[in-house]
């Protein structure tokens, strides 16, 4: 037996008997579907899954029938699932085998492997071939933000171009937006797209786009922040972008009677801002939204300039989009102070969606230092820094400036946008084998088939030192599901050294970094910049001033980043604004006790057991 690198448990060996217990496990499953009103059923054979296993050297040791050298012999298991729901269901009944036509890792299926299987399930009864790609285990992204939109159309096309099977074929991946999914379908690439993570970021989907309205769909910009990290957790699956998601019963957006409605005043439009006010102004409150800056997005506008976060454009389009749509007034470039809050007796509720300031580390020697920047001066603000930076921070905001400063010929000038990102680049990058020509889809080190020199992800010009105070592995409070995609990335550069427990003691006039590592050793780091992303505080100026005035403190309602620094938290930020706005109304609602967030589900209870008895 094996043990999956992902898993705590080592695997075990089916009996013969057990294979036989398990296939009519899957049986009896699609037979319920079907008297459960069901049309379908969708037979996961791919990623890494127990079906996986069975068809893939990579852990299929067995001795016996179900295994060895054998196609047939490992795809027994799969067959005889597909075989006995068809025996079992209704001629029209739908069977969706999910066959991975690149596993992305080694041991993995080979092409020959996938169009052999494409026939074989088309015998035994299957209706629609999905695409799978990747294990859960692969050392490529398959579904993450940084992942070019249609990125794995081309194994679906070849399988398509290959004329084994009459059925039709699914193209699946990072297929977020209406204009991919018709491109992917007017190509003739697939019969038919598969798209999840974009129905909990908009339920409406489909809808707008059949309507014309594609630019008010809510894209999902594939973070995985609150769906799949939430799943790994236990934590009942939402979406960043709509924290509405499987909480519709406890965020209703319906309108309140007109007796209930507000006139509200908020300052700040930033991802906090911008929830509560859309979601306020859904619930029929007067809303008016004051920035200081000329555009709405906040912080959002540094991050759609990291290159892998393309999509954040997608949410600021839809706020603009949603803004203008449920009628919230806008007043860009006014700042508000606590005297015009007290002083416009209109307003009868006052929301403080200011956001952060960057925290100062405090090192001697950094102030007023030329060579000494925080990451606001380099994302926003495009700072001249040098060809040699050390990175002070190694959370979200650190590895989002190593990625911003590795990529020389984006940080000035136009952002891109995610259908500028080359699919070409991103496979030479992370190794990808698109036809599948070594099994498993993974490009040998001495594969000279392409000539990858164009790649300019492959030529980053600067070398820099990521650093943090705590001794653990450098960014270990990223994303579950993500934040290995970040190191992975940095560390492929070989233009970035990653150091933990360091202690900063200085920056001399020269801009170098003196340090002790975590020997105790002194260092002297010779850079021409330093970046400093060591944390955020609250930016609560008007709620403290508000606290003073009487007629004033019990009106403001704080929310975001200005409630709550931490790493800049998006999800957090966007369900604190929606949740407020749904209850800013009640009268038991009132600054301190404003608030909300879903209660922990049994099976987050039960994952948090278990994880301190392992």
Not at 245 to 269: F, K, M
Not at 393 to 422: C, Q, T, Y
Not at 505 to 532: A, C, F, R
């Amino acid at each position: 037996a094996t043990k999956s690198p992902i898993s705590p448990f080592k695997a075990r060996a089916l009996t013969e008997s057990g294979i036989a217990q398990t296939v009519q496990d899957y049986v009896t499953c699609a037979s319920l579907a079907e008297q459960a009103g069901y049309d379908g059923v969708e037979v996961m054979g791919s990623e890494g899954y127990l079906i996986s296993q069975f068809l893939c050297r990579r852990t299929n040791h067995r001795k016996d029938g179900f295994g060895g050298e054998s196609l047939e012999n490992r795809a027994k298991f799969p067959l005889d699932i597909v075989r006995g729901i068809r025996q079992s269901t209704s001629s029209d009944f739908i069977i969706i085998f999910r066959l991975s036509l690149l596993d992305l890792v080694e041991g993995g299926l080979n092409w020959q492997e996938c169009l052999q299987l494409a026939t074989w399930l088309e015998q035994a009864g299957a209706t629609i071939l999905n695409s799978g790609i990747g294990w859960h285990e692969a050392r490529v992204p398959t579904i993450a933000t940084s992942v070019p939109r249609g990125a794995f159309v081309q194994p679906t096309r070849l399988l398509k171009e290959a004329n084994v099977t009459a059925l039709p074929l699914v193209s699946t991946n990072r297929i977020n937006n209406p204009d991919t999914a018709e491109s992917i379908l007017a190509s003739g690439a697939s019969d038919l797209v598969s798209m999840a993570r974009p129905f909990l970021a908009d339920p409406d989907f489909v809808t707008k786009a059949q309507e014309g309205r594609a630019n008010e769909i809510n894209t999902c910009i594939a973070c995985n922040q609150a769906c799949l990290d939430h799943a790994f957790l236990g934590k009942t699956a939402s979406c960043l972008v709509n924290p509405r998601a499987c909480h519709e019963t406890q965020v209703s957006l319906d309108p309140l009677p007109e007796s209930e409605r507000l006139s509200l005043g908020v300052i700040g439009a930033g991802p906090a801002g911008c929830a509560f006010a859309i979601a306020a102004a859904q619930k029929g409150h007067k809303v008016t939204l004051y920035d200081a800056q000329s555009s709405i997005g906040g912080q959002f506008h540094m991050a759609k300039r990291v290159p892998g976060k393309e999509e954040f454009h997608e949410t600021l389009r839809y706020f603009e989009v949603q803004l203008a749509k449920h009628g919230v007034r806008l007043e860009m470039n006014t700042s508000i102070s606590v005297d015009d809050m007290a002083q416009d007796t209109s307003t009868q509720k006052w929301i403080v969606a200011t956001g952060v300031d960057p925290r100062d580390a405090k090192i001697p020697g950094s102030e007023g230092n030329p060579n000494v920047f925080s990451y606001i001066d380099v994302l926003k603000h495009n700072a001249m820094v040098g060809d040699k930076v050390a990175i002070i921070g190694a959370g979200g905001i650190g590895f989002d400036v190593a990625e911003f400063l590795l990529h020389p010929g984006d940080d000035g000038g136009k952002d891109k946008r995610a259908n500028d990102v080359s699919i070409e680049e991103w496979w030479d990058e992370w190794g990808v084998d698109p036809t599948n020509k070594v099994a498993g889809g993974l490009r040998k080190d001495d594969d000279t088939s392409k000539d990858h020199s164009s790649s300019s992800s492959s030529k980053p010009t600067r070398q820099l030192y990521l650093l943090q105070r705590k001794k653990g592995k450098v960014g270990a409070g990223l994303g579950k599901t993500t934040g290995w995609i970040h190191r992975a990335t940095l560390t492929k550069s070989n233009s970035v050294e990653m150091l933990n427990g360091v202690t900063y003691d200085m920056v001399d006039e020269n801009g170098n970094l003196h340090i002790t590592n975590k020997k105790g050793e002194k260092e002297v780091l010779d850079v021409d910049s330093v970046v400093v992303c060591a944390g955020q505080l609250e930016h609560r100026v008007l709620e403290e001033q508000a606290a003073s005035i009487p007629e004033l403190k019990e009106k403001v309602y704080t929310i975001g980043g200005a409630f709550l620094a931490g790493e800049l938290d998006a999800k957090r930020a966007i369900d604190m604004g929606t949740r407020l706005a749904v209850s800013i109304h009640k009268p038991e609602v009132v600054p301190g006790k404003h608030i909300f967030q879903s209660e922990a589900g049994s099976e987050e209870k039960m994952m948090t057991m278990l994880r301190k008895m392992m």
